[in-house]
């Protein structure tokens, strides 16, 4: 098998050819037709999450340890199971959920492994898929696509739940009937408003400061694109909410001082801003605002295997449209995580091996 390997944090990937594993007990080894390149791939490969004030969040600190093999959005086709596998056959095309728990804490009895202390994520924790082949520590993982094109089906396995998780918890009665403001028109945005829109959203207003994006996702069908760093952007905001005084749901994609501010300054009372992405920085929030405004903010971190698999049945029935998609080989897996940081991809790069 081929990987892709960062041997050490912010170091270029070396590719490394090593003999194909061979699954054990419950194992399944599927070979990848397609491995989704994710904003926090960037945060995973730099070695460190920034939490401002010249303060970081290490990778070594955190569990995650090179060299690996990145990737934790992969779909392909089981190759070869281990002996006790039970449910899957060989030649079944699959997308992985890659955020394995332990199995035995009080989040795993949940159903909510993403939470587990002890979660052993692919292409964080262990090897995952910017490699022609993944090794999934157990047969429930794998989800089959039946039907669902293996590049769009990966990127499910990430962006996809992270999108659907952080959007079931708003009040879904406001949800279909109040605008939602996104921030964010990159991957994580795009994938949003696509869930939004599968679930009768009302409607989306997305803010990006690129025009681009924005462009896109007007053309994904947001209802309104918003530049927050021109003048009047928090009137323009709070104008196309339906009392024309401002907003009650915000979703942070971006996940930085600015984006978490510009949406308090949106909301009304009775308001809830989940905040998803990564980017970094500190926050600080006048105390009074959160029982006056009767705020809620909350964080959501990726999504179940149980929405993974509700996910796969939306794009079966036609109701989850995809994000533009452009796929490039594995071997441009560095060149395609530069132009995700540059900024540069519009939509989502995938790795097809
Ligand atoms: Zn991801
Ligand atoms: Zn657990």
Request: aromatic fraction near 4%; charged fraction near 20%; hydrophobic fraction near 45%.
């Amino acid at each position: 098998m081929r990987s892709y390997v960062v041997t050490k944090w912010g170091q270029p990937m070396q590719v490394v050819e090593r003999a194909t594993p061979v699954p054990s007990g419950g194992e399944v080894l599927v070979r990848v037709s397609a491995a989704g390149v994710c904003h926090s791939d960037i945060h995973i490969y730099e070695g460190y999450y920034d939490l401002g004030g010249g303060k970081r969040l290490l990778n070594d600190d955190r569990g995650v340890h090179a060299p690996r093999v990145m990737g934790h959005e992969i779909a392909g086709v089981i190759e070869a199971v281990g002996p006790t596998v039970d449910g899957v056959t060989i030649g079944d095309e699959v997308v992985v959920y890659p955020w394995i728990g332990c199995g035995q804490c009080d989040a795993c009895a949940l159903g909510e492994e993403q939470n587990c202390p002890h979660i052993r994520t692919l292409g964080i924790i262990t090897d995952g898929g910017y490699s022609t082949h993944v090794l999934v520590p157990d047969a429930r993982y794998c989800v089959a696509l039946d039907g669902v094109a293996p590049e769009v089906a990966s990127l499910l396995a990430c962006s996809g739940i992270t999108a659907l998780h952080a959007l079931r918890k708003f009040d879904e009665r406001i949800l279909t009937s109040e605008p939602l403001l996104i921030m964010g028109a990159g991957g994580l945005g795009l994938q949003a408003l696509a869930v939004h829109r599968a679930m009768g959203g009302y409607g989306a207003i997305v803010a990006d400061i690129s025009a681009e994006k924005r462009e896109i996702a007007l053309a994904q069908g947001a209802m309104a694109v918003i530049d927050p760093t021109t003048e009047g952007a928090v009137d323009q905001i709070k104008s196309l909410a339906p009392s024309g005084r401002g907003l009650r749901m915000a979703l942070d994609m971006v996940g930085m001082p600015a984006t978490v501010n510009l949406a308090i300054s949106v909301m009304v009372k009775g308001c809830k801003i989940v905040v998803v992405g990564l980017m970094g920085g500190e926050l600080t929030i006048p105390i009074p605002y959160i029982p006056s405004k009767a705020m809620s903010l909350e964080g959501s971190y990726v999504g179940t295997l149980a929405e993974l698999r509700d996910l796969l049945e939306m794009a079966r029935d036609g109701r989850l449209a995809s994000p533009p998609i452009e796929t490039h080989p594995l071997d441009d897996a560095q060149e395609v995580l530069e132009a995700l940081r540059a900024g540069k991809i519009n939509g989502r790069g995938v790795l097809v091996p």
